[in-house]
């Protein structure tokens, strides 16, 4: 009988995660050639990749740069881009509140989108039992050195990298991988129709707010669906379906 320990749940993780770096690297590669195109040195570049880690915050602070915006307008910008990861933390929270620093300081900051797309599914279901985290930090590390590898590569091959390739494309394509499998309930699918709606509609909002209201949108939908689904039945309707029982 084969029993779950730490370094079985960690390779777990790793082989979770594995299927998604083809979907990674086109964003790495994309992050790089831009911050060599906007004249960063490849020094900087790796610099902000380690300190940021979030794509997209990242792609969105290297234009802002190259149009020459205020400092304090491109965090705040930053900032609210990675507004969703507050509330993956507090989802992750229950499963990770009883760890030492050791663990949850190193464990937030490899926070990613498809790290907690893959464990939030495992960790609700409690087959990890204790090593949750470990699992955690499989997917966690392997999608962080594949960004790290990906924007790495990106730096150095440049303008290289032909067009042709279309490598924008497959960006969106890794995140429907990370969705579908998520939608398990007509209150996950409302909040999935609702956020991509309000993203599309929003997307010219100022100040990226658009991902924000696409995010808080979503998430309401979710719990207004959830909240009718489990109305409990009124006293009066069950005594009206007696009565016409009887």
Same mark, same amino acid.
């Given at each position: 009988?084969?029993?779950?320990?730490?370094?079985?749940?960690?390779?777990? +993780?790793?082989?979770?995660?594995?299927?998604? !770096?083809?979907?990674?690297?086109? *964003?790495?590669?994309?992050?790089?050639v831009m911050a060599i195109d906007l004249g960063l040195s490849p020094?900087?570049?790796?610099?902000?990749? %380690?300190? *940021?880690?979030?794509?997209?915050?990242?792609?969105?602070?290297?234009?802002?740069?190259?149009?020459?915006? %205020?400092?304090?307008?491109?965090?705040?910008?930053?900032?609210? !881009?990675?507004?969703?990861?507050?509330?993956?933390?507090?989802?992750?929270?229950?499963?990770?509140?009883?760890?030492?620093?050791?663990?949850?300081?190193?464990?937030? /900051? %490899?926070?990613?989108?498809?790290s907690y797309a893959l464990c939030t599914l495992k960790l609700s279901?409690?087959?990890?039992?204790?090593?949750?985290?470990?699992? /955690?930090?499989?997917?966690? =590390?392997?999608?962080?050195?594949?960004?790290?590898?990906?924007?790495?590569?990106?730096?150095?091959?440049?303008?290289?990298?032909?067009?042709?390739?279309?490598?924008? =494309?497959?960006?969106?394509?890794? =995140?429907?991988?990370?969705?579908?499998?998520?939608?398990?309930?007509?209150?996950?699918?409302?909040?999935?129709?609702?956020? +991509? %709606?309000?993203?599309? =509609?929003?997307?010219?909002?100022?100040?990226?707010?658009?991902?924000?209201?696409?995010?808080? +949108?979503?998430?309401?939908? +979710?719990?207004?669906?959830?909240?009718?689904?489990?109305?409990?039945?009124?006293?009066?309707?069950?005594?009206?379906?007696?009565?016409?029982?009887?």
């Amino acid at each position: 009988m084969s029993y779950l320990t730490g370094s079985k749940a960690f390779m777990q +993780g790793v082989r979770t995660l594995m299927p998604l !770096i083809p979907g990674v690297i086109p *964003f790495g590669l994309v992050t790089g050639v831009m911050a060599i195109d906007l004249g960063l040195s490849p020094g900087t570049t790796m610099g902000m990749t %380690l300190l *940021f880690y979030s794509g997209s915050a990242q792609m969105v602070a290297l234009q802002l740069l190259h149009n020459g915006v %205020l400092p304090m307008a491109i965090v705040v910008t930053a900032l609210i !881009i990675n507004l969703r990861f507050i509330m993956y933390s507090a989802s992750l929270a229950p499963h990770m509140h009883h760890l030492p620093r050791r663990w949850t300081w190193p464990l937030s /900051y %490899l926070l990613s989108d498809q790290s907690y797309a893959l464990c939030t599914l495992k960790l609700s279901s409690g087959e990890l039992g204790p090593f949750a985290h470990y699992y /955690y930090a499989g997917t966690a =590390f392997v999608m962080w050195l594949s960004w790290q590898i990906s924007v790495l590569a990106g730096v150095y091959l440049g303008s290289s990298i032909p067009e042709s390739w279309s490598l924008g =494309f497959a960006i969106p394509l890794s =995140f429907l991988a990370l969705l579908v499998p998520a939608i398990r309930s007509s209150a996950s699918l409302g909040a999935a129709v609702v956020g +991509g %709606l309000l993203a599309v =509609f929003a997307v010219n909002m100022p100040y990226n707010l658009g991902l924000v209201t696409a995010s808080i +949108g979503g998430v309401l939908a +979710g719990l207004l669906i959830e909240g009718l689904r489990k109305r409990p039945v009124s006293v009066a309707s069950v005594n009206d379906v007696e009565g016409e029982a009887s």
